[in-house]
């Protein structure tokens, strides 16, 4: 068994603040939010890094971002702007190892982010 945060989520074992929830995907907040609006986009599948996709994960990637866009609709920031990120492996900055898309907004997003 893997001793995965998202993974527990996604069964059920731990109970996130759900923004959005499909047969393939979870969307929640961020428990440490970097912006106003901080949703995380999650695969109920394990796969651990983006490295890790294969053929059999194809347009899951797509189906992350699609729902992103919605809850970007339905939290009020899609006109004004939003960010996307997913990060691989530590040096990326990845700290949960079950792949993720960040959504953030509701505040001018800089570059460099901070």
Known sequence: MID???CKMAQGEIKPDLVMETDELLAFR???PQA???VLVV???HISTL???TPADAGIIDKMVLAACEIAKL???AASGYRLVMNCNQGGGQTVFHIHLHLLGGR???WPPG
Do not use: V, W
């Open 108 to 110: 001018a997003m800089t």
């Open 43 to 45: 695969p109920r599948k």
């Open 75 to 77: 939290e009020g920031i």
């Open 30 to 32: 961020d428990i440490n």
């Open 51 to 53: 490295n890790d996709l």
């Open 4 to 6: 995965c945060l998202f």
């Open 36 to 38: 106003p609006t901080h």
